[in-house]
């Protein structure tokens, strides 16, 4: 267990960073903002495809077991009854009968005290509040065009099983992944894109004979916790913690969390669960259709156990900018610098010309289309140097390359490195190789 414990100040610098360098906004902010939703800005959106990709390359793309998939956001009534989340997908909703604040009961440190008012036994029993949202599909609007919009990707993955089956020509152990947007009616959203009702989801669902669930179910936990790990979190801010018998959902025989230590303390990035055959079985009782595998080796047919990672792309992106947020003194001034990995990094590259002047713009733009078309590069020429270096340092860009008046006489530019300020001298002819050594 980490003797680390949680930053609340560097929650506020966070929030005020995405602000003002365009990583995230308040949705609909020039109305008076939307709550919890956000909108993701030049800078956000390309972290979040970073971290996007860094998952889909490792869950995917370097893997021969594991296939994508992109289903529909909405489904009807039937996909989410076999699952079980029109019964079960609920939260403990309580009111402070005292100053009307609305608590998730399960998440309160006293269950009979408000922590908005600090009054005890003013809270009204509790009652369930599901979290699906609904809406209808076409012109009617009846009981008979009631859909969902999806509060996780994991069904599409289960119910397009067989048909993945058939087409890859995967056989169990084997994967399906997906990356798309869930919704869920939050009672109590906050902490930012922590927990928000519109979210991005990374998943994947294995699909692995029953007697190696427990081994595919150890397997998973390592990689997963390996994967943040190998993009540069802290070790000490990281952990995975295993649910106590008591947390475990009915159909669930293990479930790990990788944690990170928030600004707030410990909370979830991910879930690795073994739900064992519970999904498919579901969807196969209610929908007639054999969801099952028949292994010719053995002559055995089973349905498959699932382990499931899932990751939240959203979260997971905040946690890493506070992961990467440091600030040193340099010269008598605090810096600010995100120490993201380069694979995370929103820029890898800037182009600086070293002023406006025109005799410096043609090579600087010369740079730049050398740059851009193999790394996401940005172009800066306002203010000193020493602020645009300020600002790309603020912005986690690994590598500023300064066109200069030399740069007109030697063919050469300064390339430096974000996280030491070194600076080398490397001609044009060379800058390709240079940067392909140190950039992914």
Known sequence: ?????????????????????????????????FRSTYDYGPLGVLLLRNVKDAWWRSMVQLRHDVVGLDASVLSPPQVWQASGHLANFSDPLVDCTNCNARHRLD????????????????????????????TQAGPVADTAADV???????????????NVLTTSRK??????AQIGKSFRNEITPGNFVFRTREFEQMEMEFFVPPSD?????????????????????DPAKIRLRAHGDDELSHYSSGTSDVEYLFPWGWDELEGIANRGDF??????????EKLDFFDPASNERYTPHVIEPAAGATRTA?????????????????????????RL????????????KDTLTPTAHEIFDIVKGRWMSDYDETQSIGKRYARQDEVGTPYCITVDFETLEDRAVTVRERDSREQDRVSIDQLESYLAERLP
Not at 279 to 288: E, K, M, R, V
Not at 318 to 342: G, I, K, S
């Open 318 to 342: 905040m946690a890493f900018l506070m992961a990467a947020y440091d600030e040193e003194t340099v010269n008598d001034d605090t810096r600010t610098v995100l120490r993201l990995d380069p």
């Open 148 to 162: 969902y919009l999806r509060p996780e990707t994991a069904q599409g993955m289960f119910i397009n099983f067989a």
């Open 171 to 176: 056989k169990p152990p084997f994967g399906i």
């Open 1 to 33: 267990m980490s003797a680390e414990a949680p930053d609340p100040a560097l929650f506020d610098r966070i929030v005020n960073l995405s602000k003002r360098r365009g990583f995230v906004f308040q949705s609909a902010e020039i109305y008076g903002g």
């Open 107 to 134: 998440k309160l440190d006293d269950p009979t005290t408000c922590p908005t008012c600090d009054t005890s036994g003013t809270f009204t029993e509790a009652r369930e509040f599901n979290l699906m949202f609904k």
């Open 279 to 288: 999904d498919l079985t579901q969807h196969a009782n209610a929908s007639g």
């Open 345 to 356: 990094a929103p820029y890898k590259i800037a182009v600086l010309p070293f002023s406006k």
């Open 213 to 233: 669930s427990p081994h595919w179910y150890e397997y998973w936990c390592e990689e997963r916790m390996n994967w943040y790990l190998d993009l540069g979190m």
